[in-house]
């Protein structure tokens, strides 16, 4: 599918993997609405994609966690471009790490639960009824992670990793109840991806960012973008159901090659 004046509405738009997947769908020639909380940044990566090219490039400052702003701010954004035709479901975070469940502040798993359960329902509920479902036709890409699927080796994981398997279970049972229409449910799972996202993982604490990564090459945002791209590029009649993007040296969830940057000096 040719993505050269398709709007894409982006969730987590302001940084990392989003920003990279904002960049790359502009760069296709894609329309593209920009979701997040920090207004600001939201401002500033409209100014740096809209410079060169004729696509139009939009944003709405959003929690989405929260269903009425998530809706107003979609049906605000229908009115402004049109319609949307595909949904990238991409904000989310883990927090509290390494602490064990029971050792969790209640208020750090309802952010969890809320951005990353709720975000992507909310999301998907509000575009689903105000555009794609009128013209039965769109692509929704969730970006889940590998631990949607195993149990991550680490303290600290259990409510990010359930939740994540629920948005695998979420878009496995979407996919088959919009049977009838031309909207492509899809995942794309990445491995380590070195963003922000593992630092806040730790409350920013350096030293045990620096062991998690010790001895191999996380991927880049860029890395999992030019994977969305890849699979929205594809004729309607094929979906990518799901596509996993690791680093060479992330063998397994439980097995990291620590001597991969070593074989490389
Ligand atoms: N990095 C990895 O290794 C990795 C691995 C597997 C999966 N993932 C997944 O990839 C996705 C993106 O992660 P990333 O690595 O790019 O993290 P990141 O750099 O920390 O970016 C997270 C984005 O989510 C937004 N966000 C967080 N809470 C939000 C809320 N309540 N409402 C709206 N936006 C919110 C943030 O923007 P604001 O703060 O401006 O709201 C930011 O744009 C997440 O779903 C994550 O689970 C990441």
Redesign the pocket.
């Known amino acids: 599918m040719a993505l050269h004046g398709k709007v894409a509405l982006l969730?987590?738009?302001?940084?990392?993997?989003?920003?990279?997947i904002a960049s790359s769908l502009v760069q296709a020639g894609a329309n593209v609405i920009l979701?997040?909380?920090?207004e600001d940044?939201?401002r500033q990566l409209k100014d740096k994609l809209a410079v060169n090219g004729d696509t139009k490039v939009t944003y709405r400052?959003?929690?989405?966690?929260?269903y009425e702003e998530v809706d107003a701010a979609v049906k605000s954004s229908i009115q402004e471009v049109g319609h949307i035709d595909i949904l990238i479901?991409?904000?989310?975070?883990?927090i509290g790490a390494p602490k064990i469940f029971s050792d969790l502040n209640p208020s750090d798993i309802m952010?969890m639960n809320?951005?990353?359960i709720n975000?992507y329902m909310f999301m998907t509920h509000s575009v689903l009824n105000h555009s794609m479902m009128n013209r039965k036709a769109g692509t929704i890409l969730n970006?889940?992670?590998?631990?949607g699927l195993e149990v991550p080796p680490f303290p600290g994981e259990a409510v990010?990793h359930a939740?994540?398997a629920c948005?695998e279970a979420f878009t496995n049972a979407l996919r088959n109840e919009l049977s009838g229409t031309d909207i492509r449910v899809l995942v794309l799972?990445?491995?380590?991806?070195?963003?922000?996202?593992?630092?806040?993982r730790v409350g920013h604490d350096k030293k045990m960012y620096d062991e998690f990564i010790e001895g191999y090459e996380?991927?880049i945002?860029d890395d999992?973008a030019q994977g969305a791209i890849y699979m929205l590029q594809q004729p309607l009649n094929i979906s990518v159901k799901a596509l996993d993007i690791v680093p060479s040296a992330q063998r397994s969830i439980n097995v990291f090659d620590r001597t991969w940057n070593e074989r490389r000096e």
């Open positions: 969730t987590g738009a302001s940084m990392g993997i989003g920003e990279a979701f997040s909380r920090s940044k939201l400052a959003v929690d989405v966690g929260n479901n991409n904000a989310g975070l883990a952010t809320n951005t990353n975000g970006i889940t992670s590998i631990t990010y939740n994540k948005q799972r990445p491995g380590v991806v070195a963003t922000n996202f593992h630092s806040l996380p991927l945002a999992i």
